[in-house]
């Protein structure tokens, strides 16, 4: 369709605007081309005739419809041009509060000036994993988009951050890297991380300050490399800079300040750390009081300079290195505080006596007279002399300030280069993604050298960017198989030239700083010869001093003056020698490294200058800022090309830093700046609106006629309608899955679809208008009818009813009233008698009914108090008993503790005193060994060379050998294989011949076959026979089995009357005799304690005995030796550590001799074991050649039976296995051989490798025996050096044995007072376990007892008391079978789930019936490992994990019920509460197990998570369950994101049912409690409404009323589930409160204040951030709904001010509703419980 047919009524146009750039107009009449005038009303409601020249007939652009504002994609608008992008960025930004925005590939970011809520650590994890455009815009989407990208395609990626000062660039570059640290955790200590993200602060304290338009303006590009490893996680950054503005030191403008480095120190003057820097106030220092305003609101730089320190250790930069760094900062602030007088006109000096000076060459290590006099002065060398030249004072200014920059720049180059030090941890970079954080296109009133290499490094990216835009769209467009068009577009190749070409400006200016004349003048006028003719290049009208470029975005006039020398940033000499000389090693450091820079040879980019150079006199002339700035450039043009770049531009919304204020005129002049009108312009000019085939469809199925409709092939259907609504083809293109259109056309089928709604509106209206007034109609017809019906009757009655006829009438109605007033009397009497009646007997009843139970209680009452009382004190007596018991056995315990700390110490001592006294006695000996061992080792050393030597030759040899036998066993293959392929042909024709057979005994086998049915028939008879008589057996077996239980009934009763035998008899027991006894046996046992301990001090002393003895015989032994005198003798000593040596040579050397002595044998035994292997061969060659034989023996028997089988028609199966046969020792016997050749060559090859391995082991041996014989020697020398040292510890030997004599003494009589308090502590201790013992043979006795009368009723059968017994053996075989191995498919398992929780249980039974602590602590701790570890192992599986939870949830429960406490006895039986643990309380177990279960509980739930998380979203929100409603609206280029998979699964409602349904079977399934079902259901649901919740939010085109209408739809689908699965008593429903009342919210009206108010109480589950955020993000699908104003989202926020509720935008999907285990006992008897053989648990036993 033609654009000009667009110019239609109440459609609407942009025009110009001198305030706001552009305006809005609807037009009020049709145009046509013949027209001069277009005729619109502004939104105001005055005329405007807008004139248009008929030739050119350049209309304004058309604005787009409601429907598309808004959009999260520029290119999604079906206009694209500068007023549909601005008036776009406004409705979301001041509307909607969204400041991000997609345009094409570009992020574009408008600086909101307030914090908002969607940067915590919920938005980057909702975020991960999504793909571009899914989401609404953000930054984090795009690091996501890098980073996926850089994982599939394995390539490097770049982020592009640009945009002007203030406009938030450093806050995106910093919020992209922190994405980056929390996505890709690594594993390592260092947290790289952490590191990375620790370098902002750093780099912004010395790079960034404040301006007139950013209080943290960063004022140096950077580029920041984070590397990844293999698995995508950060192992370290490299961080590079671009031009520093290093004139922000020494000057600044009004209101500006200098880097915030500078006043973070000054505000910590008085710190006892910068004491000695001598800081002052930052008002008092030149260089930070320029600006005026020294602070920034809101910033404490104290603070700020406590962060700066805190990164600094960190990223492990010492204190030294930081100490070192404010000593400069500190001495560049004194610098500038440095005075000159004017001496003259050409003469200056420093202010005598200048305290500041002073400070500086003190801090920095510099000679203060070198230094005042080269400020000063300066050196001039000419050919024949050199002399020195006064300055004034305004170069001696200069060359002050210019040495502060130098120092400057290099400390700050020095701080990056120590940062990417810190920030490389080992490892090899696998890929990486840069972060370029770059000034924007800068253009001011007064632009300078920094403005123009700012705009020069625009213009380069500008190119890269252009030439990444047509890449993209070329991709797309030979991706839909759509023919590519070149596109005119804008090309900033000339501008680049202009600047970097031979004689460009750069070269230029390079060679004007060659000349010392050199000016700013004589620059300009160089340009203005060779660049003025270009069409690029102006010369202003109206100045002198400037000159003009035009770069891409605008028109830029420069000022030249400062050129030079910026370009220069040169520094005296004498000034640099002076630095170099400094005390000061850090300082001179940096001019060292520029010295030496200067020497070597550069290895970055060399650019070739325009003409030859010359070589300058100065150093610093010879690599200019330029020319460092051009190579530095193109670097980074060359790291960007070789990566996938992503690029965010950042926007400054107005110049006052007002939040959410939206200035026209700068918003367009950054974008036209920053390329995004460019990149429209160029998507305008192809085809920019792109739809799918299922939106196209689904948006405008309105406009389809019922037969194309009716198509399934959907595509065709799209295809059909467009061809009939748009004629001109050329306005659209059919891609292989989408749609493109060109500027206008989608707009014009919204205006189609608009108006065949409008349309379908009005004919609703019309018959609905109808049908409302023909209703009414009919209602007063009615009505009208009835009242003639009432008149006309009353006139009738008037006229025929007569006073006789009403007086007869009366009197009847008289007379029935008495009648039955008289008959409902004498009803109710009848019934009232008999109530009456009954009453009474009911009372009567009821009263001896109370009466029985109020005696019954009373005797009761009686009963309970007797028995209360006797067990309150049976409690108490027990419970002292044990407090005695526990008291005693913890002081045994210390005693016994004490004693034996004791004896280890006297222990010590007394082996200590015998090593030293024996130890010198030993060295000597040690040292003659030694050089004895070495001898050995030379010659064994010898030895092993020869037997090396000789075992090379005798491996050559086998070698030989072997090849030789190989070569005859190839040989005997081959004559093997000849005799294999007759043996096949005679086995063929033998086949043959049987075959023949087989076909003539076919009638045989016939007649076998019925002989066979008749058989079967015959059986199938006697099976019937022997199934009935298994019938009549199995009832005689169940009258049986009834008789046996009453039989076991009956012993139950005999049981229980035995039991109350016993305990009365235990009660009438006379205890006296027995405890008599046990006061003799303790008399006695005390005597034999005493005995013991007697023997035992004989021992000690014996001990002691033999020691001295032995101390005495060592020392004569040394006098025989050595001849020392006694004298000497004690005086020998050795310390620990040298004894420690000794001993670890000593041991060193026998490990070596063994060493040596194996490796023999193992050389030995490893040649014999070739030889072995040889003959094995030779001996299994011989065997395959008798097997052969054999075969072949086998093959003519056969033959020969075969043929005498057909000779005698013997049976065909018979013949058949014996064909079959031969056939499978035909194969056998060749796959045989094949393996014996394959086994020869293997073993052949082993056998070559071992030996040559073999040598290469000797040989290393031999070195390493060489080196250890020098290592002995080396320690044979040390050792000598030290024994000369042990005399000197004799004297300190002495004192401490008389110390340690001392010691023993105290000792000994500590001992003795300890032990008899042991023997009186022992002595009690016994006397109870022995009554204890007593007590348990006298209960023994009457089982034993009771057990000899139930044997004399043998008619009784047994009893089972459900428990389980095992071995202790048995008890890891018990744990692997019923835990470890058991799946919970099996047919026992599925009847009953909770099997191995009981069998389990009745294993700890028995453990508990045995009182065997041990065994019992065992098999409970074995369970919770063994469970632990199933869990561990099998994490993932989903089946596994609900089994195990309701099998530990089943144990607990048991474990609980049969624990004899009285909370859980109360629904037990009277055999449950018999079958009660007895002995042992295991309450901590159930807290371990309690705590497992918990565990499992939450594992079970992250896996269902996990499995259901995928399906949330596309299920919940996405698929449209409403048929009719669709909510589709047009995307933009973000839809075509690299990340987005086209063959993704489709999810809907259902998918999330099935889901639900499947876990709560498989929890039902595996008899999981019905409170834990529904505890699970609802953290699901949670999970479910948090996770949709969570999306709308960030999802713009979720919020809209049929979007609404769709969740609410899905939560009734899942309401429904919870009612069919009678779940409504979980609460579930209840945790989809806030995403029921979000829906709610997108539905309702939102325009008054009543709906405001409605809101606030409608909602209460929602904060007051979430609603905002809901508010905002609103979009309307059709123009007849309304977009939220902002007067009504304020009245909301008005409202919302006196709520208190969380600040949070997003829900916690992690969060965890508390989980409980509510007791449920159990119905199951223990008793009745059989172990099934499939589980393999035959050593258990019933008991």
């Not at 500086?360 to 050199?386: H, M, P, Q, Y």
């Not at 019906?789 to 006229?799: D, I």
């Not at 199934?1027 to 012993?1051: C, D, N």
Request: aromatic fraction near 8%.
């Amino acid at each position: 369709m033609a654009l000009l047919e667009l110019y239609t009524k109440y459609n609407r146009v942009w025009i110009p605007d001198a305030e706001h750039v552009w305006q809005s107009a609807e037009i009020t009449r049709d145009f046509n081309s013949a027209e001069t005038l277009l005729e619109l009303v502004l939104e105001d409601g005055t005329d405007y005739h807008y004139p248009v020249d008929p030739s050119k007939l350049q209309l304004p652009p058309l604005r787009n419809p409601d429907i598309l504002v808004g959009e999260n994609d520029l290119t999604a608008l079906s206009y694209l041009h500068e007023p549909a992008v601005l008036h776009n960025l406004k409705v979301r930004f001041v509307e909607s509060r969204i400041i991000y925005t997609y345009c094409g590939i570009i992020l574009v970011a408008v600086n909101p000036y307030k914090q908002l809520h969607i940067y915590g650590d919920a938005i980057i994890h909702a975020y991960s994993g999504q793909n571009m455009g899914d989401m609404d815009p953000h930054i984090f989407a795009v690091a996501e988009e890098a980073y996926k990208q850089m994982a599939r395609n394995h390539k490097n990626q770049s982020i592009i951050v640009s945009g002007e000062s203030g406009a938030g660039k450093t806050v995106s570059a910093r919020y992209a890297m922190r994405y980056f640290a929390v996505v890709s955790k690594s594993e390592s200590k260092t947290r790289v991380e952490d590191k990375v993200l620790a370098s902002n602060p750093i780099t912004e304290a010395i790079g960034n300050a404040k301006t007139t338009r950013n209080d943290n303006s960063s004022r140096f590009g950077k580029y920041t490399e984070i590397s990844f490893d293999r698995r995508y996680r950060i192992i370290g950054a490299n961080m590079r800079t671009y031009l520093l503005e290093k004139s922000r030191v020494v000057f600044q403008s009004d209101n500006e300040r200098n880097y915030h480095i500078f006043y973070q120190m000054c505000s910590c003057a008085d710190s006892p750390e910068f004491k000695n820097l001598r800081l002052l106030s930052a008002d008092k220092f030149r260089y930070t009081c320029m600006g005026g305003d020294i602070t920034i609101e809101s910033v404490d730089d104290r603070k700020d300079m406590e962060e700066t320190r805190r990164t600094f250790a960190l990223l492990g930069l010492k204190k030294d290195f930081q100490s070192d760094v404010f000593q400069v900062l500190a001495a560049i602030l004194h610098l500038g505080n440095v005075e000159f007088k004017k001496l003259g006109d050409e003469k200056s000096s420093v202010a005598p006596g200048d305290h500041h000076l002073e400070v500086f060459c003190d801090l920095l290590g510099v000679s203060a007279k070198g230094l005042e006099r080269w400020l000063c002065n300066r050196r001039i060398v000419l050919v024949a002399e050199t002399f020195v030249k006064s300055v004034s004072k305004e170069r001696a200014i200069t060359a002050r300030d210019v040495l502060a920059k130098q120092i400057y720049a290099h400390l700050f180059d020095c701080i990056i280069n120590q940062i990417n030090t810190a920030l490389q941890v080992p490892g090899k970079q696998h890929a990486f993604i840069g972060v370029l954080d770059i000034y924007g296109f800068e253009t001011f009133d007064i632009n300078s050298f920094e403005q123009f290499c700012i705009n020069y490094a625009n213009e380069k990216l500008q190119q890269q960017f252009n030439l990444h835009v047509f890449k993209l769209e070329q991709e797309e467009y030979m991706k839909e198989d759509i023919p590519w068009t070149l596109i005119d577009f804008y090309d900033n190749q000339p501008v680049i030239d202009l600047i970097e070409a031979k004689m460009g400006i750069l070269d230029l200016l390079d060679e004007e700083c060659l000349f010392p004349q050199g000016t700013d003048q004589s620059w300009l006028q160089k340009l203005f010869n060779y660049l003025g003719a270009g069409p690029l290049f102006e010369k202003p009208r109206l100045s002198s001093e400037a000159f003009v470029i035009q770069h891409f975005a605008d028109k830029v006039e420069y000022q030249c003056r400062g050129f030079l020398e910026k370009n220069r940033d040169a520094l005296y000499e004498e000034l640099v020698d002076a630095m170099r000389a400094s005390k000061f090693s850090f300082l001179a450091s940096f001019f060292q490294e520029e010295e030496e820079q200067s020497r070597a040879t550069s290895k970055g980019i060399k650019v070739k200058p325009a003409r030859p150079s010359m070589k300058p006199a100065n150093k610093q002339l010879r690599t200019s800022v330029g020319d460092k700035f051009r190579s530095s450039l193109s670097l980074l043009m060359e790291t960007l090309n070789a990566t996938t770049p992503h690029y965010v531009r950042c926007i400054k919304p107005n110049d006052e830093k007002l939040p959410f204020e939206y200035d026209s005129r700068r918003v367009v002049q950054q974008l036209r700046a920053c390329g995004v009108l460019e990149t429209i312009r160029i998507s305008a000019q192809s085809y920019p609106s792109r739809w799918t085939y299922i939106e196209f469809y689904s948006r405008y199925s309105v406009l389809m006629s019922h037969l194309e409709a009716d198509l399934n092939d959907k595509k065709q259907t799209c295809k059909n309608v467009l061809q009939r609504l748009i004629q001109d083809s050329n306005q659209y293109k059919f891609g292989r899955t989408k749609i493109f259109f060109r500027a206008g056309q989608v707009a014009y089928l919204e205006k189609l679809r608009l108006d065949r709604l409008r349309g379908a509106c009005v004919t609703i209206q019309k018959h609905v208008r109808g049908w409302s007034q023909r209703r009414k109609y009919l209602r007063t017809r009615e009505a009208a009818i009835v009242l003639q019906q009432y008149l006309r009757g009353q006139r009738t009655v008037r006229k025929t009813v007569t006073a006789a006829a009403l007086k007869q009438g009366w009197g009847a109605v008289v007379i029935q009233r008495h009648w039955r007033g008289y008959r409902m009397r004498q009803i109710y009497q009848a019934v009232r008698l008999a109530s009456i009646t009954i009453q009474a007997f009911i009372r009567g009843w009821m009263a001896r009914k109370q009466y029985s139970k109020m005696m019954k209680e009373h005797k009761a009452l009686v009963l309970q108090k007797y028995a209360r009382a006797w067990l309150a004190r049976r409690r108490f007596q027990t419970m002292r008993r044990l407090v005695i018991n526990v008291q005693l056995s913890y002081r045994v315990q210390q005693l016994r503790k004490k004693i034996e700390e004791q004896n280890k110490e006297n222990r010590g001592l007394m082996e200590r005193l015998t090593s030293l006294v024996n130890s010198h006695s030993q060295t000597v000996d040690r040292l003659h060994g030694l050089e004895v061992q070495l001898e050995k080792s030379t010659n064994l050393k010898a030895s092993l060379e020869a037997r090396e030597r000789k075992a090379k030759e005798d491996a050559s040899l086998t070698i030989a050998q072997l090849q030789k036998e190989i070569e005859a066993l190839n040989l005997e293959k081959q004559n093997l294989e000849k005799k294999l392929e007759a043996s096949i042909r005679e086995a063929k024709e033998s086949f043959d011949q049987v075959r023949r057979n087989l076909l003539e005994e076919k009638e045989s086998e016939a007649r076998l076959r019925k002989i066979a049915e008749n058989n079967i028939e015959i059986q199938r008879k006697d099976h019937e026979t022997e199934v009935e008589t298994l019938k009549e057996e199995i009832k005689r077996l169940k009258e049986e089995r009834v008789s046996l239980q009453r039989k076991v009934e009956e012993g139950a009763q005999v049981n229980s009357d035995l039991q109350e035998q016993v305990i009365q008899l235990t009660k009438h027991v006379k205890a006296i005799p027995e405890l008599r006894r046990d006061l003799n046996n303790l008399q006695n046992q005390r005597n034999n304690v005493d005995r013991k301990m007697k023997q035992q001090s004989e021992q000690a002393r014996a001990k002691m005995k033999e020691i001295a003895r032995q101390l005495i015989g060592g020392v004569v032994e040394e006098e025989v030796l050595l001849g020392l005198t006694p004298d000497d003798s004690e005086k020998i000593s050795e310390p620990e550590d040298l004894l420690a040596a000794f001993e670890g040579l000593q041991k060193a050397t026998r490990i070596l001799e063994n060493h040596q002595r194996e490796q023999r044998e193992n050389y030995e035994t490893r040649v014999e074991g070739l030889t072995l292997k040889v003959d094995h061969l030779q001996n299994e060659n011989s065997k395959l050649q008798n097997l052969f034989q054999e075969k072949s023996n086998v093959n003519e028997d056969i033959r020969q039976e075969v043929s005498r089988l057909s000779s005698e028609n013997s049976v065909i199966p018979e013949l058949k296995l014996q064909v079959s046969e031969l056939q499978r020792q035909k194969q056998e016997l060749e796959a045989h051989v094949n393996d014996q050749s394959r086994e020869l060559a293997e073993k052949n090859q082993e056998i070559t490798h071992t030996l040559q391995r073999r040598i290469t082991e000797e040989t290393s041996q031999r070195r390493y025996f060489e080196e250890k014989a020098k290592e002995l020697e080396e320690a044979k020398e040390e050792l000598e050096c030290r024994v000369d040292d042990l005399e000197e510890e004799n004297d300190h030997l002495k004192r401490q044995q008389l110390m340690e004599g001392e010691v023993k003494r105290k000792l000994r009589e500590e001992t003795s007072q300890l032990a008899a308090v042991n023997m009186d502590f022992e002595e009690l201790l016994d006397q109870k376990d022995r009554l204890i013992k007593k007590l348990q043979r006298q209960i023994k006795s009457l089982e034993t007892s009771q057990k000899a009368k139930q044997n004399s009723t043998s008619a009784i059968p047994k009893e089972y008391l459900g428990m389980l017994e095992y071995r202790r053996e048995d008890e890891a075989r018990l744990i692997q079978n019923i835990v470890l191995d058991l799946k919970p498919k099996g047919v026992v398992v599925n009847m009953i789930p909770s099997l191995p929780a009981y069998i389990l249980f009745m294993c700890v039974r028995h453990a508990d019936y045995l009182n065997d602590e041990a065994k019992l602590k065992s098999l409970m701790n074995a369970i919770i490992s063994a469970v632990k570890k199933v869990i561990v192992g099998h994490h993932k599986d989903l089946e596994l994990l609900s089994f195990w939870l309701s099998n530990t949830y089943q144990l607990l429960n048991c474990l609980k019920q049969y624990s004899g406490e009285e909370e859980f006895l109360k629904q037990s039986t009277p055999r449950q509460k018999k079958n009660c643990l007895q002995n042992f309380d295991l309450s901590e177990h159930r807290q371990i197990l309690s705590d497992l279960a918990i565990q499992i509980y939450h594992q079970f739930i992250t896996v269902m998570q996990k499995t259901l998380t995928p399906t949330i979203v596309p299920g919940m929100l996405e698929h449209e369950s409403l048929q009719g409603i669709s909510s589709m609206k047009p995307t933009g280029l973000r839809k075509r994101s690299n990340s987005t998979y086209e063959d993704a699964e489709a999810y809907t409602i259902s998918s999330i049912l099935e889901l639900l349904s499947v876990f709560h079977s498989n929890m039902s399934h595996h008899g999981m409690d019905q409170g834990l079902i529904k505890q699970a259901i609802k953290q699901l649901f949670f999970i479910v409404g948090a996770i949709t919740l969570n999306h709308i939010m960030l999802r713009k085109d979720m919020c809209s009323c049929r979007k609404g209408m769709q969740i609410r739809c899905n939560i009734s689908y899942l309401e429904e589930w919870l009612k069919e699965k009678e779940l409504q008593s979980s609460h579930a429903i209840d945790t989809l409160r806030p995403l029921t009342q979000a829906a709610w919210l997108l539905q309702v009206n939102k325009s008054t204040d009543d709906d405001a108010k409605e809101i606030i109480d409608k909602c209460p589950e929602l904060n007051p951030v979430q609603i905002v955020k809901i508010l905002n993000s609103y979009t309307p699908i059709d123009d007849f709904e309304k977009r939220v104003t902002s007067a009504f989202v304020r009245k909301v926020q008005s409202l919302l001010q006196d709520h208190e509720g969380s600040t949070q935008l997003m829900l916690d999907t992690d969060y965890r509703f508390q989980v409980t285990f509510p007791f449920c006992p159990s119905s199951q008897a223990l008793e009745l419980l059989q172990v099934p053989s499939s589980l393999y648990l035959d050593f258990l036993t019933r008991i």
